[in-house]
């Protein structure tokens, strides 16, 4: 897979709420290789368009396409097997460092060689070497207590160790202070080159740089640019950024 997705005339309703469309006639195109942020109002549909790529739901109507190819026909396996998932609230096992990393790809033995690089690229090989049990440190409740930027970054390791083309993260620093933020959004930036990247953020400082910013309102894509071009119009998305900055 290259990384191309294409959403085409998507309508959506949840199962439990079949009468309230969350979509309703979305066209979005992501390139290879780019990053594209979500942001709209709480509820606007963001995190359902993530999950429409993870395939958690299929559409009402239209197609979601990943490099041309319908993703319901696709296997479940083998689709997630080219995502990496960042979300909010990071769950980490009460296992070894190491072992919360590899579950990143379960699919085969993952080697020590392949933690350690995901690790970097995560930016907390440092901190882990710094344990005394360094990568076999056991997280959990009666184990090391970590800091949110912390689980955060071991969780961009797990995403990164099966090498994905594509990259989801679901405000994957919103529950962070501004000097953790500032780690994890290096970590995040390191991880995002040669991927295509879907990111739903609710700091929209975070997102300045990204090269599709789409704004998500009663169910469609209301407005597309850049970070500048988006300023320029003084629509929906100045309206946004000047409210939360």
């Known amino acids: 897979a290259a990384g191309n997705i294409n959403f085409s005339q998507i309508e959506f309703s949840y199962p439990t709420r079949p009468n309230v469309l969350i979509l309703k006639g979305l066209n979005l195109d992501i390139l290879n290789g780019k990053t594209v942020a979500l942001v709209g109002e709480s509820g606007c549909g963001k995190s359902t368009i993530i999950q429409l790529i993870e395939r958690f ?6 197609e979601v396409k990943m490099d041309g190819v319908d993703l319901k026909d696709i296997s479940l396996d083998s689709l997630r097997s080219h995502m990496g998932i960042v979300s909010q609230e990071p769950n980490l096992f009460n296992k070894s460092i190491a072992e919360n990393i590899a579950y990143g790809d379960n699919s085969r033995e993952v080697t020590m060689e392949e933690i350690i690089q995901a690790a ?17 440190t056991k997280l959990g409740e009666k ?5 949110g930027g912390q689980k955060q970054r071991i969780a961009i390791a797990r995403a990164l160790v099966r090498n994905p083309k594509v990259l989801l993260l679901d405000e994957a620093t919103s529950a962070l202070d501004t000097e953790s933020e500032k780690v994890v959004q290096e970590a995040l930036d390191q991880a995002k080159k040669g991927r295509t990247c879907i990111t739903i953020a609710h700091r929209l400082t975070t997102i300045q740089d990204a090269d599709l910013i789409c704004v998500v309102e009663n169910g469609v894509i209301a407005e597309a640019g850049s970070h500048q071009e988006l300023l320029q119009k003084e ?7 000047t409210q939360k900055t």
């Open 120 to 136: 970097k690229d995560a930016n907390i090989h440092t901190f882990v070497t710094g344990l005394p049990q360094g990568y076999d």
């Open 57 to 62: 739901y299929d559409p009402k109507s239209g």
């Open 235 to 241: 629509g929906l998305y100045y309206k946004l950024y």
């Open 143 to 147: 184990a090391v207590q970590l800091s």
